[in-house]
């Protein structure tokens, strides 16, 4: 059987080898989550909920196990690994407490209609495949299961193939937990392999967080797929970022530039909401280009931040770079040095004298790069940070939230956050998402759960209107008298 080498990209290190799954592996996984949900999904919700319990208590316990299987396979520093554990804990709190709202709904129909009842309900869809990216390979991956296993759904996780090991040791923990078989499995290989392309086209649902690129070909293997079994599967997908940071004159610097250069420089820049752009009020530039190179120098190697996780996106911040460069940028701190130990090391960067022309303020980095550009009104903020076709998360600091609002509204992106950077994303009650060819569809929130149910709607009748005995005023037969009350209820509208 063919394998995965994974390597410590801070080291440089063999850590494992994981098998790549063939199209008939691929087709028996299926098969048993299919099996597995019928009994899964017939399991009172308070029952589905003991067991992801379970996992939260087990991940408290054990938390420095999960940061050692992430940190084998992400070089990424304690920290940023410890944050992965506390979205889970959060995340699963979340789920369990707020599933019965989220899946069941009352609706009030319209006084017309006011001898009616109606509720919406959310059915799970039986295998939900999860293909997750390598930044977060925890809370992307076994993260984004939560919801579905709350629901009732099955879980096949297919995780980048630069960082399985988290998911096969989450899957293996659901297992030691007593998790019934065939609920939570993994499937190991090339996100772009014939296995992967026939799991898209076996799933019921499929929540895709990753590049435009990859997530183009999900979409495209989904509609394939409804082509060939009449099955239509639409993909949720999380795409790419470029997150704008705008900085307005009246702005906190100490915490505008703080926010920044943790923003950007967290995790080695590989979040999809990581500062990519700053637009600052001339009146504030310079002084706000000092903090942030002074605060990005202080960073300390292995303990602020980790490696570059991958060596495709290595070389994608040293084309960035060297195209910046050649057109003009100045780069005031930070890069690649000879004295670093061996591994995918790359110093947290200050570029300024950068513009629209170079691929760094065009294209998503996914890297610990900071460009800096100076603009002269807010409106030439805002026109520089929608000129992209990406639109995941913006950022605007100001000391006025009024008009920080009036400019967040106008911003082409799913999320925007003021004063503050990516917490958001740990707001799991509120729908997160991009525009543009940042994606479709929304985590977290009842969409979030509900994405993963197909919605069945129950209308019931509870009285009859006097002199309507078993039935409604406009069954037949047709009269003058209905006629009349057709249009009483008309004038009744103001």
Not at 339 to 363: C, Q, T, Y
Request: proline share 5%; aromatic share 10%; net charge positive.
């Amino acid at each position: 059987m063919e394998k995965i080498i994974i390597f410590n990209p801070a080291t440089q290190e063999k850590v494992a080898e994981v098998p790549i799954f063939s199209q008939e592996m691929v087709t028996e996984t299926v098969k048993k989550a299919k099996e597995a949900q019928k009994s899964w999904g017939c399991l009172e919700l308070k029952e589905r909920i003991k067991y992801l319990k379970s996992f939260q208590k087990y991940i408290r316990e054990n938390h420095e196990e999960f940061i050692r299987v992430i940190q084998s396979e992400t070089g990424k520093v304690w920290h940023e690994a410890m944050i992965e554990i506390l979205y889970i804990a959060m995340a699963i709190d979340h789920w369990t407490k707020n599933a019965e709202g989220y899946l069941s709904e009352k609706i009030k129909p319209h006084w017309l209609l006011m001898n009616k009842e109606c509720e919406s309900i959310y059915h799970p869809k039986p295998v939900v495949v999860i293909i997750g990216p390598w930044n977060l390979p925890l809370d992307l991956n076994f993260g984004e299961a939560i919801p579905a296993l709350v629901a009732g759904c099955c879980v096949i996780l297919k995780p980048s193939s630069q960082t399985p090991l988290t998911s096969l040791y989450a899957a293996e923990v659901c297992q030691k937990l007593g998790f019934p078989e065939g609920v939570v499995q993994v499937v190991t290989g090339p996100g772009s392999g014939k296995a992967t392309q026939e799991l898209i086209k076996l799933a019921d649902k499929v929540a895709f967080t990753g590049s435009v690129k990859t997530g183009q070909m999900v979409t495209k293997t989904c509609l394939e797929a409804c082509r060939e079994t009449e099955k239509f599967t639409f993909p949720s997908l999380e795409l790419g970022g470029k997150t704008p940071f705008i900085i307005l004159k009246d702005a906190n610097l100490e915490r505008a530039s703080n926010c920044a250069v943790w923003n950007a420089f967290a995790n080695c820049g590989h979040y999809c909401k990581s500062a990519e752009r700053v637009y600052v009020m001339n009146e504030i530039y310079d002084e706000f280009v000092d903090r942030v190179v002074k605060k990005t120098k202080n960073l300390r190697l292995g303990i602020d931040y980790g490696p570059v996780i991958t060596a495709f996106q290595l070389e994608k911040i040293r084309e960035q770079v060297a195209d910046a460069i050649a057109k003009g940028a100045k780069v005031l701190c930070g890069g690649e040095k000879a004295s670093r130990p061996k591994g995918r090391w790359f110093d947290p960067m200050v570029l300024v004298n950068v513009n629209h022309a170079m691929k760094i303020m065009k294209e998503e980095t996914f890297g610990p790069l900071l460009p800096i550009v100076k603009v002269f009104s807010p409106k030439e903020a805002l026109t520089l940070a929608n000129d992209s076709p990406l639109g995941l998360n913006g950022v605007i600091f100001s000391k006025n939230t009024r008009e920080a609002k009036k400019i967040a509204k106008d911003l082409q992106v799913g999320v925007v956050t003021i004063n503050d950077a990516m917490t958001n994303y740990m707001i799991i009650g509120a729908p997160q998402g991009g525009v543009k060819l940042s994606g479709f569809g929304r985590r977290h929130g009842r969409e979030g759960i509900q994405k993963y149910c197909e919605q069945k709607t129950i209308e019931t009748h509870k009285w009859d209107w006097p002199g309507f005995k078993n039935r409604e005023f406009w069954w037949f037969p047709f009269t003058n008298f209905t006629k009349k009350i057709f249009k009483l209820m008309l004038r009744a509208f103001r």
